[in-house]
T-cell receptor, first 108, second 113 residues
Framework: AQRVTQPEKLLSVFKGAPVELKCNYS??????LFWYVQYSRQRLQLLLR??SRESIKGFTADLNKGETSFHLKKPFAQEEDSAMYYC??????????FGKGTTLSVSS | DAGVIQSPRHEVTEMGQEVTLRCKPI?????LFWYRQTMMRGLELLIY????????DSGMPEDRFSAKMPNASFSTLKIQPSEPRDSAVYFC???????????FGNGTRLTVT
């Protein structure tokens, strides 16, 4: 069965501190992994996907198949990064399955 | 492009009433998804369509929920009768292909009293 686990409901950091939002998944094949973000009063939107291997707004995420993880990282958090972050997985021929989300709060 | 359009933005109803949520996907997108967001369960997939045909409805909670897509530009999610535990934000999303990123609507916040 497909499953996405985000162990932290809330992550609070100070501005300038490193951020790591954890995501673990369960899937028997080769999944596609994504991070979606929902800023206050905005739509849920794609932040990045593992196949792109790019950095968006300073965030990166590396797929670790051995640990079945896709943690989201940023070396220096900004206040504008405060949002709800969802890790998501898509298997072959299936729809996107989301984790329960992590609220990131960045304070000055 | 206005993106995925959902209506209404907010719905407050009494237990036992019928509720209909509406969604207009992005023109040209072949896939349409309905998700439900709650604090306890996060974002759950309810059902999705490809070319107006329901592909997977295993996430629909129970028979009180039904979804239709009569044409490529419109979908409805109906709850009859509604219950307080149905209170949540319901999102519609569309994508151009099965492996394309999802584009979400603003959601409908449903409150059942």
């Amino acid at each position: 069965a497909q499953r996405v686990t985000q162990p932290e409901k809330l992550l609070s950091v100070f501005k300038g501190a490193p951020v790591e939002l954890k995501c673990n998944y369960s899937y028997s094949g080769s999944p596609e992994l994504f991070w979606y973000v929902q800023y206050s009063r905005q739509r849920l939107q794609l932040l990045l996907r593992h196949i792109s291997r790019e950095s968006i707004k300073g965030f990166t995420a590396d797929l670790n198949k051995g640990e079945t993880s896709f943690h989201l990282k940023k070396p220096f958090a900004q206040e504008e990064d405060s949002a709800m972050y969802y890790c998501a997985l898509r298997g072959v021929g299936t729809a996107l399955i989301f984790g329960k989300g992590t609220t990131l709060s960045v304070s000055s | 492009d206005a993106g995925v359009i959902q209506s209404p933005r907010h719905e407050v109803t009494e237990m036992g009433q019928e509720v209909t949520l509406r969604c207009k996907p992005i023109s040209g997108h072949d896939y349409l998804f309905w998700y439900r967001q709650t604090m306890m369960r996060g974002l759950e997939l309810l059902i999705y369509f490809n070319n107006n045909v329901p592909i997977d409805d295993s996430g629909m909670p129970e028979d009180r929920f039904s979804a239709k897509m009569p044409n490529a530009s419109f979908s409805t999610l109906k709850i009859q009768p509604s219950e307080p535990r149905d209170s949540a934000v319901y999102f519609c999303a569309s994508s151009s292909r099965g492996n394309s990123p999802l584009h979400f609507g603003n959601g409908t916040r449903l409150t059942v009293t």
